[in-house]
C-alpha cells in the first residue's frame, strides 16, 4: 500500500510564498508521475503542476510562479508557490500514479489535501 502525507499548507498575505511538501510511503520502486491539483470551493479540481520524468507541466494560471521539484531518494515532491494572489486559494492534493512497488503498480494515489489561503 502507498500513502501521500501532505504538508506545508497555510494562510498567507497575497504576495507571499509558500512551499507544499507531499512524501510518499510503503513499498515503492519508482513513481513516473508525482503531481499538485487544487481544489477552489464551487469549483472542479485542476491540475497545478505535475513532473514526469518526460518533464514539467504548469496550469497557465501558475506558469512563473510555482515551482515544482521531486527528490526520488526520499519519494518527495515539492510545490513552491511565489507570487500568492487570492485566486489561488484552495485545497491542494498531492497525486502520484503508476507507483511500483517492484512487483506491481499503484494508480491514481492521493493524499489527504492540504488548505492554502492567500489573503488580499
Known amino acids: 500500500q502507498v500513502q501521500l502525507v501532505e504538508s506545508g499548507g497555510g494562510l498567507v498575505q497575497a504576495g507571499g510564498s509558500l512551499r507544499l511538501s507531499c512524501a510518499a510511503s510503503?513499498?515503492?520502486?519508482?513513481?513516473?508521475?508525482m503531481g499538485w491539483y487544487r481544489q477552489a470551493p464551487g469549483k472542479q479540481r485542476e491540475l497545478v503542476a505535475a513532473v514526469t520524468s518526460g518533464g514539467y507541466t504548469y496550469a497557465d494560471s501558475v506558469k512563473g510562479r510555482f515551482t515544482i521539484s521531486r527528490d526520488n531518494a526520499k519519494n518527495t515532491v515539492y510545490l513552491q508557490m511565489n507570487i500568492l494572489k487570492p485566486e489561488d486559494t484552495a485545497v491542494y492534493y498531492c497525486?502520484?500514479?503508476?507507483?511500483?512497488?517492484?512487483?506491481?503498480?499503484?494508480?491514481?494515489?492521493w493524499g489527504q489535501g492540504t488548505q492554502v489561503t492567500v489573503s488580499s
Open positions: 510503503g513499498s515503492i520502486f519508482r513513481i513516473n508521475f
Open positions: 497525486n502520484a500514479d503508476q507507483v511500483y512497488s517492484g512487483s506491481y503498480y499503484f494508480y491514481d494515489v
